[in-house]
C-alpha cells in the first residue's frame, strides 16, 4: 500500500474546516456544560485542533475504543480508556476521525448514554457514509468520503501515518 500523491485534504483545509465546525458547536452550544469526549488514537489531532478553536468552556476527556472487527465486523467493542469524567447531567460531544460502519461509534454511544448525560453529539472530521451498517449519523462532520481508505492527521493504517499534517488516500501499491 502507499500514499496517494497529492493529499486528499491539505492541512490548511482541514484547520479551516476544523475552526468552522468549532464555530458552529460554540454557537450551538454556549452556556453549557460541555464535555469534549476525545476518542483516541485517531481523534487526537482533531480533537486537539478543534477545542482549541471552541469560544465556549469545555472541559475535555477521552475514550479509548478497540474494536475486534477482523475481516467481518462483530461490533465487538472493549473500553481500554473509559471517560474519567462523570458525564451525568453533561452535554457530551464526542470527537472521532471518521465514522466507517458505525459500530465503533454506536458503542461508544450507548457508553456514554448510560452515565445519563443531558445530551449527546457526536462530531466526526470525515464520514463514509455508503459504508455504514447501523443506522447511525454524526450531527457534526467535516468532510464526506466516498469509500476510500484515508490515513494522516491522526489517521492510522497499522500504526503508520498518524503524524502527517495532511490526509492521504492509501492507494494498493503497483
Ligand atoms: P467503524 O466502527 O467501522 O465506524 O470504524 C471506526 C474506526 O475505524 C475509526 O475511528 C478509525 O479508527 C477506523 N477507520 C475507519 N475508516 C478508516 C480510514 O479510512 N482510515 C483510517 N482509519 C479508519
Ligand atoms: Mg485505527
Known amino acids: 500500500m502507499k500514499l496517494s500523491n497529492t493529499p486528499l485534504y491539505t492541512a490548511s483545509q482541514i484547520q479551516q474546516r476544523v475552526a468552522s465546525l468549532a464555530t458552529q458547536l460554540s454557537q450551538d452550544y454556549q452556556g453549557r456544560e460541555v464535555v469534549a469526549l476525545i476518542v483516541l488514537k485517531g481523534g487526537l489531532h482533531f480533537g486537539s485542533d478543534l477545542i482549541r478553536n471552541l469560544t465556549i468552556p469545555v472541559a475535555v476527556d477521552f475514550i479509548r475504543a ?29 470527537l472521532e476521525d471518521i465514522l466507517d460502519t458505525g459500530l465503533t461509534a454506536r458503542a461508544i454511544l ?50 503508520q501515518y498518524r503524524e502527517l499534517p495532511d490526509v492521504y488516500v492509501l492507494e494498493p501499491s503497483d
Open 66 to 94: 478497540k474494536s475486534y472487527d477482523g475481516a467481518a465486523s462483530t461490533g465487538i467493542v472493549e473500553f481500554l480508556i473509559p471517560p474519567s469524567l462523570p458525564l451525568n447531567g453533561k452535554h457530551v460531544v464526542i
Open 110 to 159: 450507548e457508553r456514554v448514554q448510560a452515565d445519563r448525560p443531558a445530551s449527546v453529539a457526536i462530531c466526526s472530521l470525515f464520514d463514509k457514509p455508503a459504508r455504514r451498517k447501523v443506522d447511525l449519523e454524526g450531527q457534526y462532520i467535516g468532510f464526506e468520503l466516498d469509500d476510500h481508505f484515508v490515513v494522516g492527521y491522526g489517521m492510522d493504517y497499522e500504526e
